[in-house]
């Protein structure tokens, strides 16, 4: 060991200057300051107080206790729910010539003695010693942990993923529970619960089961900036394989984790990953604990590219520089997919997060999630609810803006398009449920492994444009720049293109500059037409809804306020494809979210029976996330099912905004066929491509498009209807 600090005194309040603390965190770990709430939190312990902290995956939430060992009286006491966790922490913190040491059943019997042993000394050298919660739990370690604390050579209790103390949590962990103890057998150690944990009521839980007593709370931002986060959607996608094998040739090389639902599937794509000439590794439960292991080393020093695997994988994991975290199924909830994606770009430089996400893969986890037999974690008194619960948490895999770190807001048009095309893709598929879902498959085929670590325990329409007219561009677009034949693909990459050299380009500037083209500026003419037609879709919503009690004039007001407050900076190109957002969120918003985004008017109707007014729009969205999505046990008819859901990261605004539903818009006033929805028609809205078609007809007559759907698409190359039906088949 490097010289660690002598520290003379009593072990419960130990008071170090900022500067003191920072010269250690760069004397041991060569950074040259704290970062988050590290300090803070360092601080609070040595001051004897109890600390909950919540951090970021990857934020550095170690450094908090890791810190203290080194300036504090005694040992720091890590608990840690996974083993291969304590064993990287450890090998690092050794390699830094900090001695510290785990205790699990894995290590050999003559460690654990000389570990044993020289906790009986009446100086151990160990700093820091990391522990299972199950191992706290015996009697035969608290009472060794007792003696240490008689001595005085207790100097913190770590909690680490404290959150797995909550069955409200994502990874609740039974053995968590049994650390409530804690607080009552050591009462003056500090604390300290550390979680990424961004559920409310999970927090509020952990500090309650840990008889957390008046602890500093502090919670550090949740933004993670240098993650971008993708969805692709895999119904629109030829080959998924070969769109994730082009995805990571293509990124060079970079350091990979691909998670999948099954472990089955973690071979399968494995498999056709190396084949690709990628090179990967499975990693899930079903393999023993030396493949594992072997899997793990080689991509720890990158002799693989990528691990796909289960959920088994990653907490804990610090490798600093994986570039891309793909998601290969939909995650279990919102929480599990930041834990997840959140893994990429610990070292804070530019990363990925890819979602792709299937209908199919949808509706299995929504079975899963509704089967406690196969939701092994859940206790069985508690199921249903449980069940519920953790539906509830799945639907929150939706919309938040984000501001452009993620796909639905840097290319909303594009995720517009791709979302109306997925929106009518598969609807045969969608009445011919696939046989997963079916009541008579069993629960057992279903090799999943995405609620607990137990293995691991037991061990957007006028469009965005690259000049000042938008049409003018996106006629370009559909005339020019991407032939009448050229597959969905193409037309894609070219508005991708042209959202990208909006956003560098003039549009930026523009915007910047304070002014808009005339012919960008949203006439009056333009607004009172829109205005009419968000009227026209409310009234069809509230025949399909019944009793809402708002006035339809000032609710249609309202709507075009958002939206032109909204885009008015902008230009008409936008605002136009967020009036079609809101006129297709009209056509499916159930009462509950017409109440939600409309209670401004509904609440003045109320007070004072008048028509609301475009000013009682809030400039502030509400501060918390909004669900926006199909709640469980609501109908899963040919809207709900389909409804459209992409994921972005918890706004840098902190909010969400109901408007992102709106990445599904479309525009234009052409006749289209209505969407059925139950005994429902439902005014129809033309899907973006249909928009490009029609002004590509209007400029140059050259884009014939009047035949149905189903052909155009046909032609386009993408979907073929008798392909889909050939695929259900099969
Ligand atoms: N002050 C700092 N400056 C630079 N890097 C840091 C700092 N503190 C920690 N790190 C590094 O950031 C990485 C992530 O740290 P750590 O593993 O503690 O994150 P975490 O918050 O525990 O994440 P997770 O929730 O995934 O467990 C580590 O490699 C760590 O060395
Ligand atoms: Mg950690």
Not at 149 to 175: K, Q
Not at 649 to 670: I, P, Q, W, Y
Request: glycine share 6%.
């Amino acid at each position: 060991m490097k010289g660690v600090l002598q520290i003379k005194g009593a072990s419960g309040r130990e008071k170090k200057a900022p500067k003191e603390l920072e010269s250690v965190l760069n004397q041991y770990f060569g950074y040259s300051g704290f970062r988050g709430k590290q300090l803070e939190a360092i601080e609070a312990v040595l001051s004897g107080r109890d600390c909950f902290c919540l951090m970021p995956t990857g934020g550095g939430k170690s450094m908090c206790y890791q810190v203290p060992a080194l300036v504090k009286t005694g040992i720091v006491l890590v608990i840690s729910p996974l083993i291969a966790l304590m064993e990287n922490q450890v090998a690092s913190l050794k390699n830094k010539g900090i001695p510290a040491e785990f205790l699990s059943s894995t290590q050999a019997s003559h460690t654990k003695q000389r570990i044993h042993e020289d906790l009986d000394t009446g100086n151990p050298s160990l700093k820091l010693l990391y522990v299972t919660p199950e191992l706290v739990a015996t009697s035969g370690f608290m009472a060794k942990l007792k003696k240490l604390y008689n001595r005085g050579l207790l100097g913190l209790v770590a909690i680490d993923e404290a959150h797995c103390i909550s069955t409200w949590g994502h990874d609740f962990r039974p053995s968590y529970r049994k650390l409530s103890s804690l607080r009552k057998q050591f009462p003056d150690i500090p604390l300290l619960a550390l979680t990424a944990t961004a559920v409310p009521k999970v927090q509020k839980d952990v500090i309650s089961s840990l008889c957390l007593q008046n602890p500093v709370i502090l919670r550090a931002s949740f933004n993670r900036p240098n993650i971008f986060y993708e969805v692709r959607y895999k119904d629109l996608l030829d080959d998924v394989y070969s769109d994730i094998s082009n995805l990571l040739k293509s990124s060079g090389n970079a350091c990979s984790i691909i998670y999948c639902l099954e472990r089955a599937a973690c071979d399968d794509l494995s498999m056709h990953l190396s084949q690709q000439g990628v090179s990967s590794a499975a990693y899930h439960a079903g393999l023993n604990s030396k493949v594992r292991s072997s899997v793990l080393d080689d991509w720890l020093s990158s002799r693989t590219q990528v691990v796909v695997a289960t959920v088994a994988f990653g907490m804990g994991i610090d490798r600093q520089d994986v570039r891309i975290v793909c998601h290969f199924n939909l995650p279990k909830s919102m929480e599990s997919f930041y834990q997840e994606s959140g893994r990429a770009g610990r070292d804070q430089r530019p990363s990925r997060s890819v979602l792709y996400y299937g209908l199919d893969d949808r509706r299995r986890m929504e079975f899963i999630l509704r089967n406690p037999k196969i939701n092994k974690a859940q206790p069985s008194s508690s199921s249903n609810e449980l069940s519920e619960k953790a539906l509830a948490d799945f639907s929150q895999v939706q919309p938040t803006l984000c501001q452009r770190s993620c796909d639905a807001c840097k290319h909303p048009n594009l995720v517009s398009s791709r979302l109306e095309e997925l929106r009518r893709v598969p609807n045969c598929r969608f009445n011919k449920i696939s046989p997963v879902f079916q009541s008579s498959v069993k629960p057992a085929h279903l090799d999943t492994e995405f609620w607990n670590r137990e293995d691991e325990a037991s061990i957007s329409a006028e469009d965005i444009s690259d000049s000042d007219d938008g049409n003018e561009v996106v006629s370009n677009i559909a005339i020019s720049k991407v032939p009448a034949k050229a597959g969905l693909d193409a037309k894609f990459k070219a508005l991708e293109r042209a959202e990208n050299a909006y956003y560098q380009g003039k549009g930026q500037t523009k915007q910047q500059g304070g002014g808009l083209a005339d012919k960008k500026s949203i006439s009056q003419t333009l607004r009172d037409a829109c205005r009419k037609r968000l009227l026209d879709a409310l009234g069809q919503a509230k025949l399909r809804l019944g009793n809402i009690p708002c006035d339809d004039e000032a609710s249609a007001t309202h709507l075009e306020t958002e939206c032109f407050k909204k885009y008015e900076k902008v230009g008409k190109t936008f605002y136009n494809s967020q009036i079609a957002a809101t006129v297709r969120w009209l056509s499916s918003a159930t009462s509950s979210q017409m109440h939600d985004r409309l209670h401004a008017v509904i609440d003045q109707t109320k007070d004072d029976g008048a028509s609301g007014s475009p000013d009682i729009v809030p400039e502030s969205p509400p501060a918390s996330p909004k669900i926006v999505g199909t709640k469980p046990g609501e109908t899963s008819n040919y809207e709900a099912d389909v409804k459209p859901q992409h994921i972005c990261k918890l706004g840098k605004r902190g909010h969400s905004d109901v408007s992102t539903e709106g990445a599904a818009a479309s525009t234009g006033n052409m006749e289209l066929p209505s969407i059925p929805t139950g005994n429902m028609v439902l005014p129809a809205i033309p899907t973006f491509r249909e928009f490009l078609s029609q002004k590509g007809r209007d400029r140059a007559k050259s884009y014939s498009n009047s035949q149905p759907s189903g052909i155009r698409r046909k032609s386009s190359g993408q979907v073929d209807k008798e392909e889909t039906s050939k695929r259900m088949k099969s």
